[in-house]
T-cell receptor
Framework: GAVVSQHPSRVICKSGTSVKIECRSL??????MFWYRQFPKQSLMLMAT?????????EQGVEKDKFLINHASLTLSTLTVTSAHPEDSSFYIC??????????FGSGTRLTVV | AQSVTQLDSHVSVSEGTPVLLRCNYS??????LFWYVQHPNKGLQLLLK??????LVKGINGFEAEFKKSETSFHLTKPSAHMSDAAEYFC????????????FGKGTRLSVIA
């Protein structure tokens, strides 16, 4: 079945640094990638939608200059958290949609900013 | 706009007793509906999905859900709870086609008491 590999699974970084999260579709072409954020004991909230080769569309309240999304190929999308701060600590997870009928989630990235 | 309402934030059952997790949806379209499970500090696992075929959907691990259009409901059930079922459960809705994101409910935490 369709698999999305998300890395890293956990990352701890210092405040003010940047962190890049990668999602790769291993056996299909991900034409669309959705990025979600989940704070502790809360649900998943959509951050942005990216289509391959296009600029990402961000949800209201999500800073596009802080959360940089790149979807330059059909098998790779990245989310970069720039100048991370403790309030950015969260669980980030991607969801890919391709030519098949379904959504495939990555395994998620636990980001802790200290 | 689509949305889902999970009627209970927390459900507690005894091992071996039935499980009922309630979900109501709102959609302008004939929706696709999903149930996902998330164990602590883990990613998401798809339990089952409804995509306008049979209204009674059977999923993994003995779970099933029934789509009731007249009640706009998609409740999740299991005849007999197991300790390993303790987790967070999300009811999710999407449009039936196109590259639209999944919209998550707030989640229901299921506790199973020995």
């Amino acid at each position: 079945g369709a698999v999305v590999s998300q890395h890293p699974s956990r990352v701890i970084c210092k405040s003010g640094t940047s962190v890049k999260i990668e999602c790769r579709s291993l056996d299909f072409q991900a034409t669309t990638m959705f990025w979600y954020r989940q704070f502790p004991k809360q649900s998943l909230m959509l951050m942005a939608t990216s289509n391959e080769g296009s600029k990402a569309t961000y949800e209201q309240g999500v800073e596009k200059d802080k959360f940089l999304i790149n979807h330059a190929s059909l098998t790779l999308s990245t989310l970069t958290v720039t100048s991370a701060h403790p309030e950015d600590s969260s669980f980030y997870i991607c969801s890919a949609r391709g030519q098949f009928d379904g959504y495939t989630f990555g395994s998620g990235t636990r980001l802790t900013v200290v | 706009a689509q949305s889902v309402t999970q009627l209970d934030s927390h459900v507690s059952v005894s091992e071996g007793t039935p499980v009922l997790l309630r979900c109501n949806y709102s959609s302008s379209y004939s929706p696709s509906l999903f149930w996902y499970v998330q164990h602590p500090n883990k990613g998401l696992q798809l339990l089952l999905k409804y995509t306008s075929a049979a209204t009674l959907v059977k999923g993994i691990n003995g779970f099933e859900a029934e789509f009731k259009k007249s009640e706009t409901s998609f409740h999740l059930t299991k005849p007999s709870a197991h300790m390993s079922d303790a987790a967070e459960y999300f009811c999710v809705v999407s449009e039936p086609s196109g590259n639209t994101p999944l919209v998550f409910g707030k989640g229901t935490r299921l506790s199973v008491i020995a």
